[in-house]
């Protein structure tokens, strides 16, 4: 008898002590104050998470400490007691949506802090916070570029500084965005490539734009002058072979009609490829790495030019239309493709209607783009100098006989490589701008 009296008891004492140990335990739950970003303008998420791993959450109090005022923000309890702990054993989250100004919070920075305490009866607390910056001032931004005469279909440089450190900034041509990078050699400056396509509206609007680090935003308008032009026109006639050969080619699972498997090539797969292009060409390098004008394939006849309006004619009756923003360079079949300056081939493969293809990245937002080769001889990644051989001329994708398509793009809008290949358009448009660069041969 005595003796399983003394077994009950121990085994009594051992429950207790271990519901002692349970209920007193002494780790500090986690806790994290998580702002989407440290720099707030109008409006912040503050995301808070805390998680106990012994007797749970009991009560969570969120709060703004600044030159020793504080404001609270947040305090819950979570259900539960001391005998058994919280209800749930889950991890918390709040989000917290802060407007500086609902609180009176000027410019400057405050601290978030957060206490976590669990349901133990040593009563666990763990704290944490985070330092915030609210400024709410939009970024002050000095354009230092004058009047600019920008040529429909043509380039241009603008040159600005910020107030302040920006997330983002650069030049606004009605909805197209034009990044801008650091000045290649004025440490205190910005610059934007930028460009006029073909079909901008007559009056454009054209603004320099900066978002700082807490999203206030600035546009600055940017004195612009638009000169007009026409551009060519031309007739394409499509024979029945060459259809053939290149819907085969481009499309090689197709077996219907011939003109529309041709206009699903010349108009969806033409739309898909320009998607592509501004896709490859929406990151390019910081540094400046061309210097002088463009190197034009040696000894070519240009047999079109930039931005002409072609109408495809089928059996004497026109089938479509569509405008050839590139120049078209003949030269003899397979002529070695020179890289037109120095850069990083951003792209060498198939590009749909352009054939084999390589994109060179020239920095600042400046690439330019060889298709229809036969051969490639640079690969992805490569950095090339002026004159390395890219590949060799063919007639791969859209092209009827041997030649280069040569294209000049800005951020990925194509522009006239005529003032690309001009040494004059480069020193008055460009160096002027851009300034300390050695001059480029000519
Ligand atoms: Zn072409």
């Not at 054993?89 to 601290?111: C, H, N, Q, S």
């Not at 120095?342 to 298709?371: E, P």
Request: aromatic residues 8%.
């Amino acid at each position: 008898m005595g003796r399983l009296f003394w077994l009950v008891a121990l085994a009594l004492a051992g429950a207790l002590t271990g519901y002692l140990l349970t209920r007193f335990e002494g780790k500090p739950p986690h806790l994290e104050v998580l702002p989407g970003s440290p720099h707030v303008g109008d409006e912040e998420t503050i995301e808070v998470r805390t998680f106990d791993e012994g007797t749970g959450i009991e009560t969570l109090r969120v709060w703004i400490e600044r030159a020793g005022q504080t404001i609270p923000l947040v305090e819950e309890r979570y259900p539960g007691d001391l005998f058994r702990g919280a209800d749930l054993d889950v991890e918390r989250r709040i989000e917290i949506t802060l407007r500086p100004e609902e609180y009176g919070l000027t410019d400057g920075a405050v601290v978030v802090r957060a206490e976590a305490r669990d349901y133990s009866w040593r009563g666990n607390r763990t704290s944490a916070q985070a330092t915030l910056w609210i400024d709410t001032v939009p970024p002050r931004v000095v354009v230092s570029t004058g009047l600019t005469y920008v040529r429909r279909g043509g380039a241009e440089i603008a040159v600005y500084a910020l107030g302040e450190q920006s997330r983002e900034h650069g030049v606004q041509i009605g909805d197209r965005f034009f990044p801008g990078y650091p000045h290649p050699t004025d440490p205190e400056r910005f610059i934007a490539l930028y460009a006029m396509e073909p079909n901008v509206r007559p009056d454009p609007r054209a603004e320099v734009v900066a978002v700082d680090r807490a999203g206030n935003r600035t546009a600055v308008p940017l004195a612009i002058s638009l000169i007009e032009r026409s551009f060519p026109k031309a007739r394409v006639g499509l024979s029945q072979a060459f259809m053939e050969r290149k819907v085969k080619e481009l499309l090689p699972n197709y077996d219907g009609d011939l003109l529309e498997g041709y206009l699903q090539v010349n108009r969806n797969l033409r739309r898909k490829n320009a998607e592509q292009i501004v896709n490859l060409c929406a990151h390019s390098s910081g540094e400046r790495l061309w210097a002088g004008p463009f190197l034009q394939l040696p000894n070519s006849q240009v047999n079109a030019r930039f931005a002409e309006r072609r109408t495809y004619v089928y059996q004497r009756k026109p089938v479509d239309e569509q405008t050839h923003l590139g120049f078209d360079l003949a030269s003899t079949a397979r002529a070695p493709v020179p890289a037109p300056n120095d850069g990083v081939v951003r792209f060498a493969g198939d590009l749909g209607i352009y054939g084999k293809t390589v994109i060179v990245d020239h920095g600042l937002g400046l690439f330019t783009l060889h298709g229809h080769l036969s051969e490639i001889a640079v690969e992805q990644g490569q950095a090339v100098v002026r004159a390395d051989e890219l590949g060799r001329t063919g007639e791969t994708g859209l092209a009827g006989g041997d030649h280069l398509h040569f294209a000049v793009l800005v951020s990925g809008v194509f522009v006239d490589p005529l003032e690309w290949f001009d040494g004059r358009w480069i020193r008055e448009h460009v160096e002027a701008k851009l300034g300390g660069a050695e001059p480029g041969p000519t």
